[in-house]
């Protein structure tokens, strides 16, 4: 497995728009020793409640990109706070050389961590774009599939409101729920439709309660081998 360095700095938050990360001849960890799965689905379909299951029962970390993200806006110090925080009470997708290096540290913190090389990861909520998903395949760790939570837009709708009663997350009011359905369908599921091409995506309909939805994602997992 390539080597895991100490982590690289992010990118400098000059032109935001235009920003740049090292280029590497290989992703830094190896598919052999590192399991990644994305976990996709349109907001409010359910993806951190099964994420927690696949957690405690196949012994994976959890990384959600949205978490990562809401983690940097508040860390006092951080170049991209300011940046982060617009983006996403706008709906819109940070860019993405910021997501995939703080994914990249993250993963590196585990591993080292472990102390064997190896680590499985559900990445929640990424990729979003296109370009966050070949940049990270190339750059950080080839995904061994996309679990995709398919979910109506009403039956999402009415759980992100509940939620926003309780969550205290700016983005849970209907406003930005509107905005990130959009992005979502604009932007997302062309990346699931890549991988689909590729036959590296397990679909699962997320309309049932929480136990239902998760005991087809355990059927699903046993046909991938874990």
Same mark, same amino acid.
């Given at each position: 497995?390539?080597?895991?360095?100490?982590?690289?700095?992010?990118?400098?938050?000059?032109?935001?728009?235009?920003?740049?990360?090292?280029?590497?001849?290989?992703?830094?960890?190896?598919?052999?020793?590192?399991?990644?799965?994305?976990?996709?689905?349109?907001?409010?379909?359910?993806?951190?409640?099964?994420?927690?299951?696949?957690?405690?029962?196949?012994?994976?970390?959890?990384?959600?990109?949205?978490?990562?993200?809401?983690?940097?806006?508040?860390?006092?110090?951080?170049?991209?706070?300011?940046?982060?925080?617009?983006?996403?009470?706008?709906?819109?997708?940070?860019?993405?050389?910021?997501?995939?290096?703080?994914?990249?540290?993250?993963?590196?913190?585990?591993?080292?961590?472990?102390?064997?090389?190896?680590?499985? %990861?559900?990445?929640?909520?990424?990729?979003?774009?296109?370009?966050?998903?070949?940049?990270?395949?190339?750059?950080?760790c080839p995904s061994q599939f996309t679990l995709?939570?398919?979910?109506?837009?009403?039956?999402?709708?009415?759980?992100?409101?509940?939620?926003?009663?309780?969550?205290?997350?700016?983005?849970?009011?209907?406003?930005?729920?509107?905005?990130? %359905?959009?992005?979502?369908?604009?932007?997302?599921?062309?990346?699931?439709?890549?991988?689909?091409?590729?036959?590296?995506v397990v679909r699962v309909m997320a309309t049932?309660?929480?136990?239902?939805?998760?005991?087809?994602?355990?059927?699903?997992?046993?046909?991938?081998? %874990?």
């Amino acid at each position: 497995m390539p080597a895991t360095p100490s982590h690289p700095q992010l990118p400098p938050p000059n032109q935001p728009h235009q920003l740049s990360a090292p280029q590497k001849q290989s992703p830094t960890f190896s598919p052999t020793a590192v399991s990644v799965i994305y976990v996709l689905g349109g907001p409010g379909a359910g993806k951190g409640t099964q994420c927690a299951n696949l957690v405690r029962d196949y012994n994976f970390t959890h990384l959600s990109a949205g978490d990562l993200l809401r983690a940097e806006q508040d860390r006092p110090d951080s170049q991209f706070g300011g940046m982060i925080k617009e983006y996403i009470a706008d709906g819109k997708i940070v860019p993405m050389e910021v997501t995939v290096q703080l994914l990249e540290n993250a993963m590196t913190d585990v591993v080292k961590e472990k102390g064997s090389g190896k680590g499985r %990861f559900l990445i929640d909520g990424f990729p979003r774009k296109m370009d966050q998903a070949l940049k990270f395949e190339s750059a950080v760790c080839p995904s061994q599939f996309t679990l995709f939570f398919d979910c109506p837009e009403d039956v999402m709708q009415k759980r992100l409101l509940n939620r926003g009663k309780t969550s205290g997350r700016a983005d849970d009011n209907a406003e930005s729920i509107k905005k990130r %359905f959009r992005t979502f369908v604009d932007t997302s599921m062309p990346v699931v439709e890549y991988f689909e091409g590729e036959g590296k995506v397990v679909r699962v309909m997320a309309t049932a309660g929480p136990e239902e939805v998760y005991a087809v994602v355990r059927e699903r997992m046993g046909e991938r081998g %874990f």
